[in-house]
Nanobody, 123 residues
Framework: QVQLVESGGGLVQDGGSLRLSCVAS????????MGWFRQAPGKEREFVAA????????YSADSVKGRFTISRDNAKNTAYLQMNSLKPEDTAVYYC????????????????WGQGTQVTVSS
């Protein structure tokens, strides 16, 4: 089992920045790929970014490329999502997720999920 806890969300103005963190615990964390997803009210959960265990492979959604960066520190069991140039349309609950193989952009391929952290971008 892997437990995930997100933090770092909040209210920020258009053009601002936030850094989300996802701390993992559990003896099976080793070797996991991590992903960030988001869900806005009335919309389906959507892929944001993913990273392999080594950090050598990353994927990002087109809507966030050039603005968001995913990274991880395995010594701290933590994944990060640095969000710059935030826009009102980035407003959503952001979730981190983990799976025991290569990173994926599909929501239904992740085994473990955090509880989510709210990000609100005001115009």
């Amino acid at each position: 089992q892997v437990q995930l806890v997100e933090s770092g969300g909040g209210l920020v103005q258009d053009g601002g920045s936030l850094r989300l963190s996802c701390v993992a615990s559990g003896r099976t964390f080793s070797g996991t790929a991590m992903g960030w997803f988001r869900q806005a009210p009335g919309k389906e959960r959507e892929f944001v970014a993913a990273i392999s265990w080594s950090g050598s492979i990353t994927y990002s959604a087109d809507s966030v490329k050039g603005r968001f960066t995913i990274s991880r520190d395995n010594a701290k069991n933590t994944a990060y999502l640095q969000m710059n140039s935030l826009k009102p349309e980035d407003t959503a609950v952001y979730y981190c997720a983990a799976r025991h193989t290569v990173p994926s952009m599909r929501v239904d391929t992740y085994n473990y999920w955090g509880q989510g952290t709210q990000v609100t971008v005001s115009s």
